[in-house]
Nanobody
């Protein structure tokens, strides 16, 4: 069974940085397309960034482009979301997700097969 465990969330001031980590176990990590989503109460979960199998292909939402960087280290079964220039509107629960889709990169929430439990990121103004 595939399991995803996120870490690295917390409280940070606006303009600060955080790095989220997601460790994947129970599957063939190098075959999985990965993504980070976020959700605030009362709103739908939204894709923040996605990455292909090798890590060379990435996708970012407009609201994080230029501020967040997604990377993966396949031998460590880990994906990282490095967040900089954080804004109060980045406050959310952030979720790591894995997809076994054969697409190069996965941007559709419904195509993700496995999810972590989420980690809270709070940005104070």
């Amino acid at each position: 069974q595939v399991q995803l465990v996120e870490s690295g969330g917390g409280l940070v001031q606006a303009g600060g940085s955080l790095r989220l980590s997601c460790v994947v176990s129970g599957g063939t990590f190098e075959n999985q397309r990965m993504g980070w989503f976020r959700q605030v109460p009362g709103k739908e979960r939204e894709l923040v960034a996605a990455i292909g199998r090798s890590g060379t292909l990435t996708w970012y939402s407009d609201f994080v482009k230029g501020r967040f960087t997604l990377s993966r280290v396949n031998p460590m079964n880990t994906v990282y979301l490095h967040m900089t220039s954080l804004k109060p509107e980045d406050t959310a629960v952030y979720y790591c997700a894995a997809s076994e889709s054969l697409r190069s990169i996965v941007t559709n929430l419904g195509a993700y097969d496995y999810w972590g439990q989420g980690t809270q990121v709070t940005v104070s103004s």
